[in-house]
């Protein structure tokens, strides 16, 4: 199509181009990994009770994830332009189905990610300066729902620093990330080998392997209760618990799909964006689950939530389910805290600056096309789209400062999930719709595996709208989706707001 072509080329003529497949590959996997994997497994513990459910959940996750990744190789590829995903979702289906994502994203999906992750960043950071504190008694403004504490401060900070870092080029937000990444790839590898190789004991692993395919669903009898029970789970509802579980591994594999962003700025972007997306997902995906065999290496499964060390509460109970650090402390003794805090410090940091990097770039691709901001859909002298990474910056500050990012990405999670399945549906669509597009690469397993993930990813999506534990946050998240229809029709009559729009996306 001679107008898409020459959208393209304009893109190129504006952003740079200078992200090689290694960068793009340190921005999957840099992207990824946050303070998730040190953290939600005792959750899932807790849900599916035995070492064998506890590693299927994340070889689950590992497997959908690389499915989804597999499959939005065709696509980077097939349309290698700013926006990736919010880009597909448009073409595929309606420029409302674009706008949608786009909505959802700013409001919550990528600024609430940055605000939870920055806050994450300097919780673990008062574990090595304690003056720095973020429990009450230590508030130093509070107007309502609105509560400033040391750690609120550190977490903007944060925020702010990498914004201004990436609104001077390209080329400095691609060092932070590589530089982050790689140190954190090789921190949660020193880990695992530590785990495995130092921590391993025979307690730990004859524990876990006596109780292997146990299925326990474990609970505090009411809410904030230092008592729990645990029932046993029938076939039937181990499934459904499987699907809610995977929750938190999800998200803890999120943010994969961010280098399609990016695609304007990246070299060879047919070549580079379906092997960075396939090596991102793969190597993530592998340390996850060599990092939660070696937690059970080093830590029963099984644990008591009154024990008064790491090793007697165990994976289940560890403290504020702060699995690595427990794994750590029970190798190291004290001093594993402060490691532990170091390292998720360095891997949230990493983490940050890619999805500020990332995210700016679907604003700025909405705005070309007339449907946010007009002065977002322009980029400054160093080639990067400053104003949208300012005005990203601002909404994930207020995120951050109100503390609402957190209940918010509970209401989001289903959202996320549901883009994913629309976004490979759309693969189908747009196969049977462009039948003569070039796809320099195709779905690996088409269709196989894409449907494959798009029937999986939806029994978890379904459970999670129909399941006691997880329905109270699903519905909300539609709704949230839902509220940006009414915004679209606006913006869309809205003649100030449509005068960025490009004819070349029309």
């Not at 999957?28 to 303070?35: H, K, N, Y």
């Not at 590829?77 to 420029?95: K, S, T």
């Not at 932070?176 to 004991?201: E, P």
């Not at 410090?345 to 940050?352: E, Q």
């Amino acid at each position: 199509m001679p107008e898409a072509a020459t959208a393209t080329e304009r893109e190129q003529s504006t952003f740079v181009r200078g992200l090689g497949l290694f960068d793009s590959t340190m921005l999957v996997a840099g992207s990824m990994i946050g303070s998730g994997i040190f953290i939600v497994s005792a959750d899932i513990a807790r849900q599916v009770g035995g070492t064998g459910w506890l590693l299927a959940v994340w070889a689950i996750t590992g497997a959908l994830t690389l499915m989804a990744a597999l499959s939005y190789g065709e696509l980077a590829a097939m349309m290698p332009r700013a926006g990736g995903q919010y880009v597909y979702l448009r073409e595929a289906y309606n420029p409302l189905f674009g706008f949608l994502y786009g909505w959802t994203l700013f409001l919550v999906i990528q600024t609430g990610t940055m605000a939870a992750v920055a806050a994450a960043f300097a919780r673990f950071l008062s574990v090595l300066v304690p003056g720095i504190a973020g429990e009450r008694g230590h508030e130093l403004f509070q107007f309502g729902r609105l509560t400033i504490y040391p750690t609120t401060l550190v977490a903007i900070g944060v925020l702010v620093l990498l914004t201004w870092s990436n609104t001077t080029g390209l080329r400095t937000g691609k060092i932070v990330q590589n530089v982050f990444t790689v140190a954190k790839i090789a921190a949660l590898a020193g880990l695992i080998g530590l785990c495995l190789v130092v921590g391993a004991n025979s307690g730990a692993i004859n524990a876990n392997l006596g109780d292997f395919w146990k299925a326990t669903f474990t609970a505090p009898v009411a809410r904030g209760s230092t008592e729990y029970t645990t029932t046993v789970l029938t076939s039937g509802a181990l499934l459904l618990v499987i699907g809610t579980a995977m929750v938190g591994s999800l998200f803890s594999s999120d943010a994969w799909n961010n280098i399609t962003f990016t695609a304007g700025e990246v070299k060879n972007p047919r070549r580079n964006l379906p092997l960075s997306l396939a090596l991102g997902v793969g190597l993530v995906s592998i340390l996850y689950l060599l990092a939660n065999v070696g937690y059970l290496a080093v830590l029963p499964l099984d644990g008591s939530p009154t024990g008064t060390n790491a090793v007697e509460r165990g994976i289940q109970f560890a403290q504020k389910d702060r699995v690595g650090t427990a794994a750590a402390e029970a190798i190291l003794g004290v001093k594993g805290a402060v490691i532990m805090a170091v390292l998720i410090m360095v891997s949230t940091f990493g983490c940050i600056n890619g999805l500020i990097l990332s995210g700016a770039r679907v604003y700025y691709a909405m705005a070309r096309d007339g449907l946010f901001f007009q002065k977002l859909g322009t980029l400054n002298e160093q080639a990067v789209p400053r104003n949208a990474l300012v005005v990203q910056c601002i909404w994930a500050c207020l995120l951050t400062a109100s503390g609402s990012y957190s209940e918010l990405l509970d209401y989001v999670i289903f959202a996320v999930l549901i883009f994913y399945i629309l976004t490979i549906i759309g693969l189908f669509v747009l196969r049977r719709t462009r039948p003569e597009a070039e796809r320099p690469y195709k779905a690996f397993g088409y269709p196989v595996i894409p449907a494959i993930y798009v029937i999986a990813a939806s029994f978890i999506a379904l459970n999670l709208l129909i399941s006691a534990k997880t329905r109270a946050q699903a519905w909300p998240g539609l709704l949230i989706v839902l509220m940006g229809i009414p915004v679209y029709f606006w913006w869309r009559r809205n003649p100030g707001a449509a005068s960025a729009a490009t004819s070349s996306d029309k």
